[in-house]
Antibody
Framework: QVQVVQSGAEVKSPGASVKVSCKAS????????MHWVRQAPGQGLEWMGW????????SYAQKFQGWVTMTRDTSISTAYMELSRLTSDDTAVYYC?????????????WGRGTLVTVSS | EIVLTQSPGTLSLSPGERATLSCRAS???????LAWYQQRPGQAPRLLIY???TRAAGIPDRFSGSGSGTDFTLTISRLEPEDFAVYYC?????????FGPGTKVDIK
C-alpha cells in the first residue's frame, strides 16, 4: 500500500525545537520529492519546502529559511522536518506530501498530519 | 510570490446541484501549473486536479477543471454528499508554491 506515515502529536514550549518524521512505504522513496505543508488551526495551507530524498538537496520557502531543516534517512525511507525557535504561531498540523520528480510540484500523496502545539 | 484568491468563500448548495469554484492568480500561471485539492474535516488534503484539467487517479468525472492565465475554475457537476468539504487551488509554476485560502462547500 502506497502511503506516508507521520509521527505522533507533539507539545513543545516556546523557544524549543520539534522534529517530525514521515515514513514512506509502498513506493521508491528516492524516486519522489517530499514536501512539508502546514496548516494552522482553522486556516489554509502553507508550503514550507521540499527535500529530494535521492540527493538530499533541499529548497525552503524564504519565510522558513534559517529555522527549518529537512533531512532524510534513505535506509528507513523516512523524511524529517525540524523547526526551531518555536512560537505560538507555529501551532499547526504539519503534513508531509509527495511530488514527482521534475517540475511537477503538485502533491499526490499526503500523510495524515502531525499536530504540533506550542504552549507554555 | 504568486498570490491566489478564491471565491466565493462559502458556497451553500444542495446535493445534486452544480458547484462552480473560482481561483484567481496575482500573475499569470504559465504552463498550466495549477492544481485543486479537497479537504474534508479532520483529514489531509486530497489531490483532485493537476495541470488545470487532469483528474488525479480515482477522482470521479463529476470533477472538472478549466481556465488559463490568471483565472481558473473547478466545477463539480452534481454534488454528492461526500463532496461537501473545503477546496483549495495551488500554483506550482513558481516557488514558493502557494495555495488559495479555500472555498467551503456546505449543505444548504
Amino acid at each position: 500500500q502506497v502511503q506516508v506515515v507521520q509521527s505522533g502529536a507533539e507539545v513543545k514550549s516556546p523557544g524549543a525545537s520539534v522534529k517530525v518524521s514521515c515514513k514512506a512505504s509502498g513506493y521508491t522513496f528516492t524516486g519522489f520529492y517530499m514536501h512539508w505543508v502546514r496548516q494552522a488551526p482553522g486556516q489554509g495551507l502553507e508550503w514550507m519546502g521540499w527535500i529530494n530524498p535521492y540527493s538530499g538537496g533541499t529548497s525552503y520557502a524564504q519565510k522558513f529559511q534559517g529555522w527549518v531543516t529537512m533531512t532524510r534517512d534513505t535506509s528507513i525511507s523516512t523524511a524529517y522536518m525540524e523547526l526551531s525557535r518555536l512560537t505560538s504561531d507555529d501551532t499547526a498540523v504539519y503534513y508531509c506530501a509527495r511530488s514527482q520528480l521534475g517540475k511537477v510540484w503538485y502533491f499526490d500523496l499526503w500523510g495524515r498530519g502531525t499536530l504540533v502545539t506550542v504552549s507554555s | 510570490e504568486i498570490v491566489l484568491t478564491q471565491s466565493p468563500g462559502t458556497l451553500s448548495l444542495s446535493p445534486g446541484e452544480r458547484a462552480t469554484l473560482s481561483c484567481r492568480a496575482s500573475q499569470s500561471v504559465f504552463s498550466s501549473f495549477l492544481a485543486w485539492y479537497q479537504q474534508r474535516p479532520g483529514q489531509a488534503p486530497r489531490l483532485l486536479i493537476y495541470g488545470v484539467f487532469t483528474r488525479a487517479a480515482g477522482i470521479p468525472d463529476r470533477f472538472s477543471g478549466s481556465g488559463s492565465g490568471t483565472d481558473f475554475t473547478l466545477t463539480i457537476s452534481r454534488l454528492e454528499p461526500e463532496d461537501f468539504a473545503v477546496y483549495y487551488c495551488q500554483q506550482y509554476d513558481a516557488s514558493p508554491f502557494t495555495f488559495g485560502p479555500g472555498t467551503k462547500v456546505d449543505i444548504k
